[in-house]
């Protein structure tokens, strides 16, 4: 066990659920995505996921207070001792500092914010070739040829059609990752500035960039 807390920033398709997942097989670590935080509140049927439930159907973006209030209830859960990973929070540096208050105040600290960096044609490439099973949620990827199934179009596991995300496209795969670069430059700039951020060439094969993860948070 490492014990380490963990941000992960990645443009899209840059394989951050990836390289999560590894994580936590080897390391114990607990994966939180705010995404995952929100959809399972609105799952439990409380108060508060039914007005999240409302804000989210009228297109309206989730407040940053909410979201950390369940951010810091997930924080005080006993399976994290070994150290966690964030998955898609802090998006902006109002949402990291209010991280670095709420950790603060729960004795807890990032050890490591780690960008896997990918040039938008390689992010592209994978994201117009992502193939998911819909029963076991398998990734594939039909133009990398180590992620491609062994039949073409079906699930290694179960033999389940593949399908590909309807948003997958080259025009708003383009404008996302865009979009995401400019927005997260000075997020980078902070955590740079405190000493935490760490680049990780993500171009090569998940175990290769695996392998370089290891390098950073082992010392």
């Known amino acids: 066990m490492i014990n380490k807390n963990i941000i992960f920033i990645a443009p899209p398709a840059a394989g951050k659920g990836t390289q999560s997942g590894f994580l936590v097989k080897k390391y114990g670590l607990v994966h939180i995505s705010t995404g995952d935080l929100l959809r399972d509140e609105v799952s439990s049927g409380s108060t508060l996921g039914n007005e999240l439930n409302e804000i989210m159907k009228s297109g309206k973006l989730v407040s940053d207070e909410i979201v950390g209030e369940l951010l810091k209830n997930r924080l005080m859960k006993d399976d994290i001792k070994n150290g966690f990973i964030l998955d898609g929070y802090p998006r902006n540096v109002s949402q990291a500092k209010f991280l670095d208050d709420m950790l603060q105040s729960l ?7 780690l960008y896997l960096s990918m040039d938008r044609d390689t992010a592209m490439r994978r994201a117009l070739g992502r193939l998911t099973c819909p029963k076991c949620n398998a990734s594939y990827n039909k133009y990398e040829e180590i992620f491609k199934p062994k039949v073409d179009g079906i699930c290694d596991n ?36 405190k000493k935490l951020l760490r680049k990780i060439d993500n171009s090569g094969s998940p175990e290769e960039t695996f392998a370089k993860i290891e390098e950073v948070i082992c010392k």
């Open 107 to 113: 004795n807890m600290k990032i050890d490591h914010v």
């Open 158 to 193: 179960d033999q389940t059609e593949l399908v590909s995300r309807s948003d997958d496209n080259e025009e708003t795969f383009k404008n996302r990752f865009d979009t995401y670069i400019k927005d997260t430059e000075p997020l980078l700039m902070y955590y740079d500035q």
